[in-house]
């Protein structure tokens, strides 16, 4: 058992958690269609008038089971998935369901519940501004409204959600993933200084959630940006931007990460933290190329296990590694878990942490994917190092 422990979780992607019932609600509400019928319409023709009368009904009750049997195959790859391209496909209905700043802000809070019943106490949750675009949004729009979710839940609930931005790889969205970067320097930089409180220490959460709403002399440029903010604890500081950091995600085969290097350029004058995805679907000259980028955390980074220089140097300079094991498995990097070099990077002192990354789409959660390690025969103490390395983890 791991919940007597500070539990974090550092990579997991909004579009690839969201949960059947938070799909459902979402499609209901945006009148889409599902094998030709209506969300709304097919609840009404299993439910009828009466909700209650239908948990009586066992024939309406079989048949909302294979409703979400088959929408489950729309979200969830199977255990035969064949490589990263079928567990891509998966994205494209949550990802079209998050196109409105209600959608975003309600997906937001359901993961952030989702994960407070697990125990989690921290997450970052990233999410790619320019794909939240196809309705009008803009990515300032995406972003406010993924935040002000996150502040508005921090204040209630004990598990903290942070957000990090992803840029994607790709050779037509150069500006996009500038903007992104720019955006991001906004809301953890705010061009103008605010004072969130008065006095050196605050004298409880909710004061320092309603002043830190506060901020009406913002400029026009960062409306509300310095307002994003989520108290911790025991972070020193106590106050921490809601907006983490940036990310790389994408075709990390079909993009070389080094093409990338003005997007993280500027992310270094803008000081803007950030961690890429890399040595997932490339070898290690993609960790390579994000290390010299600047990054001091890596998304996946198993690919280091081929490369002996390479894990001394993460090991010498602190370098995170946030491993997803299910994933691995799912886009067939590696075929069962007792291959995970986890327990070799323990060994070597190199700060790996597990994660998720979809909860969904891999059908799985923080909780099961420590009980998926006893494959690799970690230890008590491993296990311990691998939350703490988490838990030092935090861009």
């Not at 998966?90 to 409105?100: A, H």
Request: glycine share 6%; charged share 30%; with cysteine.
């Amino acid at each position: 058992m791991i919940d007597d422990q500070h539990l974090c979780e550092l990579h997991l992607h909004l579009d690839g958690s969201l949960s059947l019932e938070t799909v459902k609600y979402l499609a209901e509400q945006q009148d889409t269609k599902f094998n030709g019928v209506l969300f709304r319409t097919e609840t009404e023709e299993l439910f009828g008038e009466d909700p209650d009368k239908a948990s009586n009904d066992k024939g309406a009750s079989d048949e909302m089971d294979d409703f979400d049997a088959e929408l489950k195959k729309l979200l969830s790859v199977s255990k035969d998935c064949r490589d990263l391209n079928e567990y891509l496909e998966k994205f494209e209905l949550p990802l079209s369901l998050l196109q409105t700043e209600e959608a975003i802000s309600y997906a937001v809070k359901s993961i952030g519940l989702a994960e407070e019943e697990l125990g989690v106490d921290y997450v970052e949750i990233r999410f790619a501004p320019q794909l939240h675009t196809r309705k009008g949004l803009t990515q300032r729009e995406v972003i406010e409204a993924a935040a002000d979710s996150a502040v508005y839940f921090n204040a209630d609930h004990n598990t903290k959600i942070r957000l990090i931005l992803c840029c994607m790889r790709g050779d037509d969205n150069r500006e996009e993933n500038l903007e992104t970067v720019r955006l991001a320097a906004e809301f953890i930089h705010p061009t103008t200084s605010v004072s969130i409180f008065s006095s050196d220490e605050p004298e409880n959460e909710d004061d320092i959630f309603e002043d830190s709403l506060s901020g009406e002399d913002l400029n026009d440029d960062n409306t509300g940006a310095a307002s994003k903010m989520v108290y911790i604890p025991h972070v020193a500081d106590g106050l921490l931007p809601v907006i983490a950091g940036v990310d790389l995600a994408g075709a990390e085969a079909l993009y070389p990460t080094e093409s990338f290097s003005d997007v993280f350029d500027l992310a270094k004058e803008l000081k803007v933290p950030f961690t890429i995805h890399a040595g997932e679907a490339a070898g290690p000259e993609s960790i390579w190329a994000a290390i010299k980028l600047g990054a001091k955390r890596i998304g996946h980074g198993v690919a280091a296990i081929k490369d002996e220089k390479l894990m001394e140097y993460l090991a010498e300079n602190g370098i995170v590694l946030e491993c997803c094991p299910t994933s691995n498995l799912n886009t067939k990097i590696f075929n069962d878990y007792a291959e995970l070099p986890i327990k070799e990077f323990l060994e070597r002192g190199i700060k790996v942490t597990v994660n998720t990354d979809n909860m969904t789409v891999s059908d799985t959660d923080i909780i099961r994917e420590f009980e998926a390690l006893t494959a690799v025969g970690l230890t008590d103490g491993e296990r311990l190092m691998l939350l703490k390395n988490a838990e030092s983890g935090w861009l």
